[in-house]
Every structure is written in structure tokens, then in C-alpha cells.
């Protein structure tokens, strides 16, 4: 059983920052990947940004120069810096971890981000 606690969600104005964390405890597997899905009101959810243990990482385009993920391995926590944010990015942020061979997945409970004009 994996757990997955996210943290940093708000409300900021347009233009703002925000940086999400999320903590995964339980059976971690040493190789995974973790990262961040969004889903706005209305839609499907959809990828952010996922990294790797290795360090390798993808982001969704609409935030690429904007957002970054790091991860610390040593804590299983990954987080996700988002600046220059814009109304279009708010949404439940959810935290996701992936693995094993058959890519099991898990998923926070989400954490609202919302951005006004």
C-alpha cells in the first residue's frame, strides 16, 4: 500500500507562484516515477510534469518555462514550483506515483489550486 499527502494548494492572483508538495509513505519502490496530473472543473485530468528516480522528467507544454518538479529521493517527495501562473491553471492537482513492472498506480487526494484574474 502506497500514501500519497499533498500540501501547498491556494488561491493566488494571476502572475503568482505557488509550490506544490506531495509525501509518499508505504512500500516505495527504489526505481519509480512520480509527478502531478490536473484536472479543471469540467475535465478529464490531464499530465502536468513527471520526473523519474533517475531524474528524467516531462512536462505538459503549457508548462514548460513555467513549472518545475525536483523530487528528494531520500523522502520520497516530489514537488512542483509553478510561477507565472495564469487562471487556466487552476484545477485539483493530484499527486502520482507509478511501479513495479506493471506500473501500479496511486493517487493523492488532490489539492485545489485556484488562480484569479
Known amino acids: 500500500q502506497v500514501d500519497l499527502v499533498e500540501s501547498g494548494g491556494g488561491l493566488v492572483q494571476a502572475g503568482g507562484s505557488l509550490r506544490l508538495s506531495c509525501a509518499a509513505s508505504g512500500n516505495i519502490y527504489s526505481i519509480n516515477t512520480m509527478g502531478w496530473y490536473r484536472q479543471a472543473p469540467g475535465k478529464q485530468r490531464e499530465l502536468v510534469a513527471t520526473?523519474?528516480?533517475?531524474?528524467?522528467?516531462n512536462y505538459k507544454d503549457s508548462g514548460k518555462g513555467r513549472f518545475t518538479i525536483s523530487r528528494e529521493n531520500a523522502k520520497n517527495t516530489v514537488y512542483l514550483q509553478m510561477n507565472s501562473l495564469k487562471p487556466e491553471d487552476t484545477g485539483v492537482y493530484y499527486c502520482?506515483?507509478?511501479?513495479?513492472?506493471?506500473?501500479?498506480?496511486?493517487w493523492g487526494q488532490g489539492t485545489q489550486v485556484t488562480i484569479s484574474s
Open positions: 502520482y506515483l507509478a511501479q513495479g513492472v506493471r506500473l501500479m498506480a496511486y
Open positions: 520526473i523519474t528516480s533517475g531524474g528524467s522528467i
